[in-house]
């Protein structure tokens, strides 16, 4: 299996060799978007864009923000809708092409992209960006996190993106004010994701030793967080 190739839909039915189990569902909010949140940096109407099972956006929605999660996985969003209803939260979640977005022209002021860019070929990040451009209001802020060149090869990534790729992607039509390494927290030990590479990639999963790992034993991998502010 070539993770350029995953089907996210297949992958939320668990009709995968992953299973159920995603290195990205914490069953909670990614503790580097609390971190943001705790500093204020959302604000207005918020995009959660490629939301996935919906945890960042339940989470964000919970501090009182107006917040639309948008998936191109159906099965995902049934999964958040059904996890936001739990909370008794008021969520709008929809399928939709991130490259194109339309329907939501000059809505949001606050994007969070948790780790989407990452997995959007080349041609379909310019796209990707246009269409957040006419998403969003003016003086809109993106926060983006994206797996960076410091992720070791054997950790099933689809891309990983240079400091470069941002700067030229991202700061074509956005002004960039903050843009660093950082960490991006998994659902999984450094077994599990072994386990994981073993079954998804049928290879073992040699440079995956020694990394970074939290207080709760979750492997932790190296992204870029990026601030930029639509002019």
Same mark, same amino acid.
């Given at each position: 299996?070539?993770?350029?190739?995953?089907?996210?839909?297949?992958?939320?039915?668990?009709?995968?060799?992953?299973?159920? /189990?995603?290195?990205?569902?914490?069953?909670?909010?990614?503790?580097?978007?609390?971190?943001?949140?705790?500093?204020?940096?959302?604000?207005?109407?918020?995009?959660?864009?490629?939301?996935?099972?919906?945890?960042?956006?339940?989470?964000?929605?919970?501090?009182?923000?107006?917040? &639309?999660?948008?998936?191109?996985?159906?099965?995902?969003? %049934?999964?958040?809708?059904?996890?936001?209803? %739990? /909370?008794?939260?008021?969520?709008?979640?929809? #399928?939709?092409?991130?490259? /194109? =977005?339309?329907?939501?022209?000059?809505?949001?002021?606050?994007?969070?992209?948790?780790? =989407?860019?990452?997995?959007?070929?080349?041609?379909?990040?310019?796209?990707?960006?246009?269409?957040?451009? !006419?998403?969003?209001? @003016?003086?809109?802020?993106?926060?983006?996190?994206?797996?960076?060149?410091?992720?070791?090869?054997?950790?099933?990534? @689809?891309?990983?993106?240079?400091?470069?790729?941002?700067?030229?992607?991202?700061? /074509?039509?956005?002004?960039?004010? !903050?843009?660093?390494?950082?960490?991006?927290?998994?659902?999984?030990?450094? %077994?599990?994701?072994?386990?994981?590479?073993?079954?998804?990639?049928?290879?073992?999963?040699?440079?995956? &030793?020694?990394?970074?790992?939290?207080?709760?034993? !979750? #492997? =932790?991998?190296?992204?870029?967080?990026?601030?930029? #502010?639509?002019?």
């Amino acid at each position: 299996m070539d993770v350029q190739d995953v089907d996210f839909e297949e992958l939320y039915q668990g009709a995968t060799p992953m299973g159920r /189990k995603m290195p990205w569902d914490l069953g909670a909010p990614q503790p580097a978007v609390v971190a943001l949140a705790d500093a204020g940096e959302f604000t207005g109407e918020v995009l959660d864009i490629g939301c996935g099972l919906g945890d960042n956006s339940a989470f964000l929605a919970s501090r009182g923000l107006r917040v &639309t999660g948008l998936d191109g996985a159906p099965s995902a969003l %049934e999964q958040a809708r059904s996890r936001a209803a %739990e /909370k008794g939260l008021d969520i709008e979640f929809a #399928v939709a092409d991130a490259t /194109k =977005l339309e329907g939501y022209e000059g809505r949001f002021d606050t994007v969070l992209d948790s780790a =989407l860019y990452h997995c959007l070929a080349e041609d379909e990040r310019h796209a990707y960006l246009a269409a957040l451009t !006419r998403a969003t209001r @003016p003086g809109a802020t993106l926060h983006l996190f994206c797996f960076s060149e410091e992720v070791p090869d054997a950790f099933p990534a @689809p891309y990983l993106i240079s400091e470069a790729n941002l700067r030229e992607t991202v700061g /074509k039509d956005w002004t960039i004010e !903050r843009l660093e390494p950082a960490v991006y927290t998994t659902s999984m030990t450094a %077994e599990e994701l072994r386990q994981s590479v073993r079954v998804v990639l049928g290879a073992e999963p040699g440079g995956l &030793t020694g990394m970074d790992t939290d207080a709760d034993g !979750r #492997v =932790l991998v190296p992204v870029w967080q990026l601030k930029a #502010v639509r002019p």
